[in-house]
């Protein structure tokens, strides 16, 4: 290759070739130490930066992944944004990619690696890619927003259905598209988990009019008739909601200020039930993770979604409406997360206590038993309660009486 040929190569990709070699001991992000072992001509030599000698790579196999890495967000504001040399230059913010660097600073800990990458790039400028739109993180948050304040106020039944009279600017997403796309993200973040047959969870029922309850079938999910609004189901459709503790269990109903007497009582999975944890956001993958990288919108998203759920309806929402948005979701969820599967169950952070995992169990009244049944449990029971482990407590007290 010519020198015109290898320049006008390196202008289109937009960095120069050096001579540097680094070892994969001065990198800190996995995906480039990954890509210098399974890319680059590994070979005895010195790190250029460590001076340790051991296997070595040409850096240039990681300018090369980072130049990916921060292609797919930015891009050359020639291509994206206006231009006004009266108005100071482009009309967006734009950035050399030592500034990027330090945004995304995943690489190395070592700052000669940095600069040395950062060099090879010269004095290219940068800018986010569509500018003058939303990101696609913000674009889900700023949906799910919109999305949360319509059926609380303006539409419910038909929220599925496009709203004709709906404005939407550059990167906004429709609302009746929301459901969906959370659920997608969801998917695409893989958050579901098995609960495996032997789990325990505790529950607590609470009786304004004072009566204790010993049995399955009386401190398990409700009845229909029974079942009130809650956070993930609306009136009318019953969920065991507990808690990984009995002590998290008892805050998730507000003990002790709860108005009327206590049961409580460990229940144990009978059967493997598919669930979606929310109780912890997987990491954001790093600009870098060319496999991941696809997937920083929706899990930056599932971050703020995550902390969004926990959120309890405050004591002024009689109606419970805060809860609607979230009663939607996991109705979409229950049967929609997974082509040709239902969800059992979604799990969560307390917003009683973080450190507490809670649960919504789609398990129907009439499929809890006592560990007292006589027999083998029917094929239908999916939750037994350890009758052992009933505990009664009246409002107030912390006295509990087994």
């Not at 240039?60 to 944004?81: F, H």
Request: with cysteine.
């Amino acid at each position: 290759m010519g020198i015109s040929d290898h320049a006008m190569e390196a202008a289109e990709r937009g960095w120069v070739d050096g001579d540097e070699w680094i070892c994969g001991r001065c990198l800190t992000n996995p995906s480039l130490r990954r890509a210098i072992f399974e890319q680059g001509e590994q070979e005895a030599g010195t790190c250029t930066f460590c001076n340790a000698a051991m296997s070595v790579a040409l850096l240039d196999v990681v300018v090369s992944e980072v130049a990916g890495g921060l292609s797919a967000e930015y891009d050359d504001p020639i291509s994206e944004a206006g231009y006004d040399g009266a108005e100071g230059g482009y009309q967006t913010t734009t950035y050399n990619t030592g500034d990027l660097l330090q945004m995304h600073d995943d690489i190395s800990a070592d700052s000669n690696v940095v600069e040395a990458i950062a060099n090879r790039f010269g004095s290219r400028v940068w800018c986010q890619r569509n500018p003058y739109a939303l990101t696609p993180e913000q674009a889900l948050v700023d949906g799910w927003d919109s999305f949360c304040d319509s059926v609380k106020k303006s539409r419910r039944y038909t929220l599925l259905v496009p709203d004709p009279n709906e404005t939407l600017h550059a990167g906004e997403l429709a609302r009746h598209t929301i459901p969906g796309l959370v659920a997608g993200a969801i998917a695409d973040a893989n958050l579901t988990k098995v609960i495996l047959e032997g789990a325990r969870w505790w529950r607590v029922r609470v009786d304004a009019d004072g009566g204790w309850h010993s049995m399955a079938s009386a401190i398990g999910t409700p009845e229909p008739q029974y079942s009130k609004d809650n956070r993930m189901t609306p009136k009318g459709i019953g969920a065991f909601y507990g808690a990984t503790t009995l002590d998290g269990a008892l805050a998730e109903v507000g003990y002790p200020r709860t108005a009327g007497n206590l049961s409580a009582g460990e229940f144990e999975v009978l059967v493997p039930l598919t669930v979606i944890d929310l109780s912890t956001a997987p990491p954001i993958p790093s600009l870098f993770d060319r496999d991941r990288r696809h997937l920083r919108g929706p899990i930056t998203f599932l971050h703020e979604f995550s902390e969004a759920i926990r959120v309890e309806s405050p004591p002024s929402d009689v109606h419970l409406l805060g809860y609607i948005p979230t009663q939607v979701i996991t109705e979409m969820l229950r049967y929609y997360a997974i082509p040709g599967k239902q969800i059992d169950g979604i799990l969560w952070r307390s917003a009683k206590n973080p450190n507490e995992v809670v649960c919504a169990l789609f398990v129907d009244h009439n499929a809890m038993i006592d560990s007292t049944a006589p027999g083998r449990p029917p094929a239908a029971a999916r939750m037994m309660l350890d009758v052992g482990t009933v505990e009664h407590r009246s409002s107030g007290s912390s006295n509990p009486s087994v």
